[in-house]
């Protein structure tokens, strides 16, 4: 496979992911509650895992790709190519966000809807810690990552990864929505945030640190986790 298509693939897919969740919950948010953002997250997910799953697999996530980096699924050039497609679409999605938030009058500016941007403290619906939200989002990610290495380890399961993986962001989402905002995905964290500074309003990028490497220590634990489950079980890679 050409590699110019796989990140092509994973900046449209990381585009698609960070424009329709967090901007369902930026402009929607108050209408459609925790379970409906989380439904915008998880569904994006299952769009894409269909669109692009047999071209890049579909990470649309750091985390992810980090993760199947330890398992020894993927070359450290496909995880640097990855991860800066990866950003490159959530950066991209979060300033068209930005522009649409702009053009709606009625939704009080762009600090009044958040841009979808994840937080602690102060930033956080039910004033999460730093520390909190740390291990909130490595267990959050790990729960994540350890389902996608699980359901595309073979071909029984991987027919039906997408919409299990769709199903498996939005019930962490459930959960982190209140504590976070739930990252799990530092460039979905770090695209808002950037677009949010550009208004002057800095928080989210201050605090973006722990949504960028809290998900990467989740995906890391998950690979070993994983790597542990299949020595235990005797099954080869």
């Known amino acids: 496979m050409d590699s110019t298509k796989k990140y092509a693939a994973e900046a449209l897919g990381t585009f698609t992911l960070t424009l329709f969740g967090c901007g369902s919950a930026a402009i929607a948010g108050a209408t459609l509650g925790t379970v409906g953002i989380a439904l915008a997250f998880g569904l994006s997910i299952v769009c894409m895992a269909f669109v692009i799953g047999n071209v890049s697999g579909c990470h649309i996530n750091p985390a992810v790709t980090f993760g199947c980096y330890v398992d020894g699924r993927i070359s450290l050039r496909d995880l640097c190519g990855y991860w800066v497609a990866q950003f490159v679409g959530a950066i991209a999605a979060a300033f068209v966000l930005l522009f649409v938030?702009?053009?709606?009058?009625?939704?009080?500016?762009?600090?009044?809807?958040?841009?979808?941007?994840?937080?602690?403290?102060?930033?956080?619906?039910?004033?999460l810690s730093m520390v909190g939200s740390f291990v909130v989002e490595v267990i959050l990610t790990c729960a994540f990552v350890l389902t996608i290495l699980g359901v595309t380890a073979d071909g029984g399961t991987s027919r039906f990864a997408g919409i299990v993986i769709g199903l498996?962001?939005?019930?962490?989402?459930?959960?982190?929505?209140?504590?976070?905002?739930?990252?799990?995905?530092?460039?979905?964290?770090?695209?808002?945030?950037?677009?949010?500074a550009t208004q002057g309003s800095t928080l989210a990028l201050e605090q973006v640190w722990v949504f960028i490497f809290a998900p990467l220590v989740g995906a890391a634990l998950a690979a070993v986790i994983f790597r542990g489950f299949k020595g235990f079980y005797g099954s080869e890679k």
């Open 168 to 196: 498996t962001l939005t019930f962490v989402h459930i959960m982190g929505i209140p504590l976070t905002g739930t990252s799990v995905n530092p460039a979905r964290s770090f695209g808002p945030a950037l677009a949010m």
């Open 101 to 127: 938030v702009i053009q709606c009058d009625a939704l009080g500016g762009v600090a009044a809807t958040g841009l979808g941007c994840n937080g602690f403290g102060d930033a956080s619906t039910t004033g």
